[in-house]
């Protein structure tokens, strides 16, 4: 079966940090780009990075770079998203997604995702 779980969110105060996980089963994530996107409610979606194994890419939104990481683990076909120096407006649901990672549209390209995990962040 062809899925993407993700894990690791939770309520943390402005400056902590969360590690999101993203279990993929179905395929292998070095074949597929995967992304992680997050949405507040009333917001547009956003892309918050995305990783691309096989053509050894990394690209990270303007807001996420020097904070977040994002690191794959192909044997276990696992994706992560290490979220550090949170801030109040990193509120949002996160997921992950299959997309083409690449250029700076990648974010407007997404395929099969999870439910998401929400990641909560007071002041």
């Known amino acids: 079966q062809v899925q993407l779980v993700e894990s690791g969110g939770g309520l943390v105060q402005s400056g902590g940090s969360l590690r999101l996980s993203c279990a993929t089963s179905g395929f292998s994530v070095h074949d597929y780009a995967i992304g992680w996107f997050r949405q507040a409610p009333g917001k547009e979606r956003e892309g918050v990075s995305c990783i691309n194994l096989k053509e050894d890419r990394v690209i990270y939104a303007d807001f996420a770079e020097g904070r977040f990481t994002i690191a794959a683990d192909n044997a276990k076909n696992m994706v992560y998203l290490a979220l550090d120096a949170l801030r109040p407006e990193d509120t949002a649901l996160y997921y992950c997604?299959?997309?083409?990672?690449?250029?700076?549209?990648?974010?407007?390209?997404?395929?099969?995702r999870g439910q998401g995990t929400q990641v909560t962040v007071s002041e």
């Open positions: 997604a299959t997309t083409f990672c690449e250029g700076s549209g990648w974010h407007h390209s997404s395929g099969l």
